[in-house]
């Protein structure tokens, strides 16, 4: 071959290379599109390619993510737990890595990775080991999310979610069983406001600053004792 080329249906023409009997070009996929490809040998006789080609933009959809441990809800640990976290992530293209982002308390975000390496489907676990954080009170809060990212940067983020640190006595004689503190009912679980917070959070760009407010307010009239 001397020379190739691809035009396409809107007489686009997009050279291509050549080396020796090959030829091959790039071409950037924005739609639906039809080709052909023309071009010559080295004695100048043009190549007889009559056919016709076809593509079918199929668009890179962002991850998947599902978190499959801890299940939704305030996880209640004592100080000197483990806490192992497991998360699905599906991309119909390529992964790139999924993220546990956390914050103990009021204090900076702390991210940990687990690389995908281009896979489409990945099993991601990470572990809080609590005997290592210094300083560990009960009543501290972890607050934390997942995040799966592909190769192209498009992101799942999952909700967010809350591990409280209960007395190790009390988790040594109970165990893993939900107790109804013995006052009663003591107001919306950490959790269920944080959840609904990251929720109004993602549709704030949706919503007219007047319903946002009014958002913002039916969830912190939920905090005030009744």
């Not at 934390?144 to 809350?162: H, I, N, P, W």
């Not at 009390?170 to 893993?176: E, K, S």
Request: a negative charge.
């Amino acid at each position: 071959m001397k020379n190739g080329r691809i035009v396409m249906a809107d007489n686009t023409e997009l050279p291509m290379t050549v080396k020796g009997n090959e030829a091959a070009a790039a071409v950037a996929i924005t739609k639906d599109n039809v080709y052909t490809i023309q071009g010559a040998d080295v004695y100048g006789l043009p190549l007889v390619l009559p056919a016709r080609f076809f593509i079918k933009l199929v668009r890179d959809d962002p991850p998947k993510l599902d978190l499959l441990y801890p299940a939704a809800g305030m996880l209640m640990i004592h100080p000197m737990q483990e806490v192992c976290f497991a998360a699905k992530a599906e991309d119909d293209c390529a992964l790139k890595e999924v993220r546990l982002h956390y914050f103990y308390n009021l204090g900076g975000e702390q991210v940990l990775r687990v690389a995908c390496n281009g896979t489409n489907a990945m099993l991601a676990e990470f572990v809080l080991d609590f005997e290592k954080q210094k300083d560990v009170h009960v009543g501290d809060t972890v607050t934390y999310y997942l995040v799966a990212e592909d190769l192209k940067g498009q992101q799942c983020v999952s909700d967010m979610f809350a591990i409280g640190v209960r007395p190790w006595e009390d988790f040594g004689t109970y165990g893993y069983h939900p107790l109804m503190p013995p006052h009663g009912y003591a107001g919306p679980a950490l959790v269920n406001i944080m959840a609904a917070l990251w929720d109004l959070n993602g549709k704030k760009a949706t919503l007219s600053k007047a319903a946002f407010e009014q958002e913002c307010k039916r969830i912190a009239d939920n905090l005030v004792k009744k």
